[in-house]
């Protein structure tokens, strides 16, 4: 693959990671300030279900921008590399995700649970094998779809983090009850 292919891409993928890596620690946060308000309860569960699949999004995002700014590339090294994020995405989206949204007790997933916390991050995934796939034949429409597939995780990310914390603040009391 041509260096400068890549390098055109440097700042893009510097401001996605540094994004990722932020929400991934403020994911923290609410996470802990969750914890706080759900001690002792049932529906801490379901809380670890629906945030753990977002802060791999998250995670995702800095490691494909890790591996997209990683001097000397080869397409084969690149392809392998954005494979694997992609096969280990669908997999802890499956595992983390859709398992473990089937199990909670205390909250039934409604429609829109399934479309963001399933449905786009596996599309999202498909997506990324497909560009790692293609990323032969057709370089700068793979590196779109990469691009693309990085800002949709981070959209997801942003969308159920969001969500999570509006559970806690609006659904939970301080006082263990609601």
């Known amino acids: 693959m041509a260096p400068s292919l890549l390098s055109e891409w440097e700042s893009f993928y510097v401001i996605t990671g540094s994004s990722g890596a932020a929400?991934?620690?403020?994911?923290?946060?609410?996470v802990a300030l969750a914890a706080e308000r759900m001690s002792g309860r049932s529906n801490?569960?379901?809380?670890?279900?629906?945030?753990?699949?977002?802060?791999?999004?998250?995670?995702?995002?800095?490691?494909?921008?890790?591996?997209?700014?990683?001097?000397?590339h080869g397409l084969a090294s690149l392809r392998i590399s954005l494979?694997?994020?992609?096969?280990?995405?669908?997999?802890?989206?499956?595992?983390?995700?859709?398992?473990?949204?089937?199990?909670?007790?205390?909250?039934?997933?409604?429609?829109?649970?399934?479309?963001?916390?399933?449905?786009?991050?596996?599309?999202?995934?498909?997506?990324l094998l497909a560009g790692a796939v293609v990323l032969g034949m057709a370089q700068d429409f793979a590196l779109y779809v990469v691009s693309a597939v990085v800002l949709a995780l981070l959209?997801?990310?942003?969308?159920?983090?969001?969500?999570?914390?509006?559970?806690?603040?609006?659904y939970t009391h301080p006082d263990g009850e609601g």
Do not use: Q
């Not at 929400?23 to 609410?30: D, K, P, Q, R």
């Not at 801490?44 to 591996?67: K, N």
């Open 23 to 30: 929400l991934t620690g403020l994911m923290f946060v609410v």
């Open 44 to 72: 801490a569960e379901g809380m670890a279900g629906f945030s753990t699949p977002t802060v791999i999004h998250f995670g995702m995002v800095l490691l494909v921008a890790s591996i997209m700014t990683m001097p000397r």
């Open 83 to 127: 494979a694997a994020c992609a096969i280990a995405g669908l997999g802890s989206t499956h595992v983390f995700g859709v398992a473990r949204m089937r199990k909670v007790t205390a909250y039934v997933p409604v429609t829109e649970d399934w479309l963001w916390y399933a449905i786009l991050p596996c599309v999202a995934y498909v997506a």
């Open 155 to 170: 959209y997801i990310g942003i969308h159920n983090a969001w969500d999570a914390a509006m559970y806690v603040a609006v």
